[in-house]
């Protein structure tokens, strides 16, 4: 599965984002996806996981409440809504894919990683 994230940028704190993660090459349906974080000096983490068929979602306790995973199977994207954005969410998003819900929501390994997105938050 190939991953092409995108919709990253700069927005002031309190605003919105949309982010889109585009995948080829496989089932789309056959896959979990998840969004990743990683700032600037810190290690990656987990933010967000989808089920195949978008039943089930599971946050991080920092953006729960806040963010919002979805998926369109029949356009082969998920994607993740940022409402409420903190300078504290400035971080390269990235998504993955992989066959087990639960291996996303436990922070991997992953069978696949997109190439990541730049969200700044300003104050």
């Known amino acids: 599965v190939q991953l092409q994230a995108s919709g990253g940028g700069l927005v002031q704190a309190g605003g919105s984002l949309r982010l889109s993660c585009a995948a080829s090459?496989?089932?789309?349906?056959?896959?979990?996806m998840g969004w990743f974080r990683q700032a600037p000096g810190k290690e990656r983490e987990f933010v967000a996981v989808?089920?195949?068929?978008?039943?089930?979602?599971y946050y991080s306790s920092s953006v729960k409440g806040r963010f919002t995973c979805s998926r369109d199977n029949a356009k082969n994207t998920v994607y993740l809504q940022m409402n409420s954005l903190k300078p504290e969410d400035t971080a390269v998003y990235y998504c993955?894919?992989?066959?087990?819900?639960?291996?996303?929501?436990?922070?991997?390994?992953?069978?696949?990683w997109g190439k990541g997105t730049l969200v700044t938050v300003s104050s």
């Open positions: 090459g496989r089932t789309f349906s056959d896959y979990a």
């Open positions: 989808i089920s195949r068929l978008g039943t089930q979602t």
């Open positions: 993955a894919a992989d066959a087990s819900y639960r291996t996303i929501s436990e922070g991997g390994p992953m069978d696949y």
